[in-house]
């Protein structure tokens, strides 16, 4: 039989790309440390059976074809998935797969060290203090928020809200709210969470978290009007997808203090900032790593090998999103 082939759109770590070596499938690893272009893509996947690819790579039914019959599995090297056209993949009998829980603690740490950098302005008087601006201990140089007996609106009550929920109430002990498009009990349960609807959510929160899947639906859910509802001292923390929030809206709200800081780890046009971003100084923004551990971004990679490994030897694949 020949050799399975399996096109890797990136490096990531080695972890996941041993396990598929040892099973004796033919691994190609993009060389070039880009992203690629969807030519490239093409390119890569001709004849394979197998891609592991990126959240940055949008994969379309156009690339699934180009892969030629052999191609069984689009396995997804992130737990969001919105890059990946699953209909299509659905309609040529290709499997989806992504690489959930592994990296549920570790953007749950991230979200809450986003609430506590925001809060404690520590980016701002990092800046500060870099450039010889100390000059002395002053009762009101940089005053930041307590978040302790604040209200956490957690909007998407998932693993990672569920996770960021559990840290925020136990480590800061904060009060917990919560916005589904259905009702979660157990989370409601084990956070003693009510349930807002989003709008009365976003009245009733001094931090915001967004932790939904990118979907039509949530495209934009944070904009002009929600920003109008938050209260001025609130904070939005963002590690979620950046098309969530309307960023133009939210540079606005941040100018007119319509909200007191965001935190954000995703963005709308990534990689592109939206102008005006980086000269506000209530904004704390990083380049969407919030999974980026070295344990983490391991388990990922070998996550999305065992589920081409069960793929391609017929059995069901541990994660799959469709
Ligand atoms: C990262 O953004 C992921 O979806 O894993």
């Avoid at 972890?15 to 890569?44: A, C, F, H, M, P």
């Avoid at 998935?81 to 659905?90: E, F, G, H, S, T």
């Avoid at 100390?134 to 978040?147: H, I, R, T, V």
């Avoid at 980026?292 to 069901?316: D, P, Y």
Wanted: overall charge positive; glycine content about 6%; hydrophobic content about 40%.
């Amino acid at each position: 039989m020949a050799k399975a082939k399996i096109f890797v759109t990136r490096k990531i770590p080695n972890s996941g790309i041993k396990l598929l070596k040892q099973k004796g499938y033919q691994v190609k690893v993009s060389n070039v440390d880009r992203v690629l272009t969807k030519s490239e893509i093409k390119k890569g996947i001709k004849g394979a059976d197998a891609i592991l690819c990126l959240l940055t790579d949008d994969i379309d039914g156009d690339i699934m074809d180009a892969a030629g019959p052999k191609l069984k599995i689009i396995a997804n090297y992130a737990v969001g998935y919105n890059n990946i056209d699953v209909a299509a993949a659905k309609k040529r009998k290709i499997l989806v797969t992504n690489t959930p829980g592994v990296l549920t603690d570790t953007v749950a740490e991230f979200a809450f060290s986003l609430m506590l950098t925001i809060s404690k302005r520590i980016v701002e008087a990092d800046t500060f203090t870099r450039q010889k601006k100390y000059e002395d201990w002053a009762p009101m140089l940089f005053l930041g928020s307590d978040l302790k007996n604040k209200t956490l609106g957690i909007v998407g009550p998932g693993r990672i809200g569920s996770a960021l929920a559990e840290r925020a109430m136990r480590g800061l002990r904060m009060n917990i709210a919560y916005t589904a498009t259905k009702k979660n009990e157990q989370f409601a349960k084990k956070f003693k969470a009510k349930y807002f609807n989003l709008n009365n959510l976003l009245k009733k929160a001094d931090v915001v978290s967004l932790h939904v899947p990118l979907l039509p639906s949530t495209k934009h859910l944070i904009s002009t009007k929600q920003f109008k509802l938050m209260k001025n001292s609130a904070y939005l923390i963002n590690t979620s997808r950046g098309p969530v929030i309307n960023e133009r809206a939210l540079v606005k709200a941040l100018k007119n203090q319509e909200i007191r800081g965001a935190a954000l780890d995703v963005f709308e046009f990534e990689p592109k900032l939206t102008a005006g971003l980086t000269n506000l100084r209530n904004v704390v923004i990083t380049p969407h790593i919030a999974s980026a551990t070295e344990e983490t971004r391991s388990k990922m990679s070998e996550m999305a090998a065992l589920n081409i490994i069960a793929v391609l030897s017929k059995k069901s694949p541990p994660n799959p999103v469709n």
